[in-house]
């Protein structure tokens, strides 16, 4: 039981460049989310999703993209990335209310 | 929406002590309020949460209190070692089952040997 799992590990990019963050979880839970962190600002929720081929979005949503095509799997997509998009991304998952993290994703885009 | 603001930004303690991590919120329909632990190059990982039917809950040298009419909870962490030093965040949610969570912005602590 891997629990939540994130690939790549870091990545840096060029601006302009494009991207895609992988998330799988093997809880079979219904919930998944992208999260940005970011020093002195906590965590910030980006999109999430309620179940296979849903998405929503959360807070800082601007500049990229998400898809649910599978259950276990919630894929985050950077089409143009730009250097405030230089951040932490952590995937979770959720049986409501508890959320359980990966274990990030360091970005960073020059 | 939810505002959830965290007290201190930086808490160093010495080994042995307690140490006490504040939390408020907003919103007063939260009834959902978990502490991750996020050790350093990790992802954050649930240490206990509490709901607001609850006053308290307790689990080994960690405990939540929530104080609803005054709308803040805190983290106590007793006989304080090595290895719980981290950043700490708080949350809440505003309808338990609510999907979303609002963080606050996370405290430092240092345990000095």
């Known amino acids: 039981n891997a629990g939540v799992t994130q690939t790549p590990k870091f990545r840096v990019l060029k601006t302009g460049q494009s991207m895609t963050l992988l998330c799988a979880q093997d809880m079979n839970h219904e919930y998944m989310y992208w999260y940005r962190q970011d020093p002195g600002m906590g965590l910030r929720l980006i999109h999430y999703?309620?179940?296979?081929?849903?998405?929503a979005k959360g807070e800082v949503p601007d500049g990229y993209n998400v898809s649910r095509l599978k259950k276990q799997n919630f894929l985050l997509g950077l089409e143009s990335a730009a250097p405030s998009q230089t951040s932490v991304y952590f995937c979770?998952?959720?049986?409501?209310?508890?959320?359980?993290f990966g274990p990030g994703t360091r970005l960073t885009v020059t | 929406g939810e505002n959830v603001e965290q007290h201190p930004s930086t808490l160093s303690v010495q080994e042995g002590d307690s140490a006490v991590i504040k939390c408020t919120y907003s919103d007063s329909a939260s009834n959902y309020f978990p502490w991750y632990k996020q050790e350093l190059g990790k992802g954050p990982q649930l240490i206990i949460d509490i709901r607001s039917n609850v006053g308290e809950k307790k689990d080994q040298r960690i405990a939540v209190t929530l104080n609803k009419t005054a709308k803040h909870f805190s983290l106590h962490i007793t006989e304080t070692q090595p290895e719980d030093s981290a950043v700490y965040f708080c949350?809440?949610?505003?309808?338990?089952?609510?999907?979303?969570?609002?963080f606050g912005t996370g405290t430092r602590l240092t345990i000095i040997p």
């Open positions: 979770a998952s959720s049986s409501l209310p508890r959320q359980y």
């Open positions: 949350a809440a949610t505003t309808n338990f089952g609510n999907e979303k969570l609002t």
């Open positions: 999703s309620v179940g296979e081929g849903t998405t």
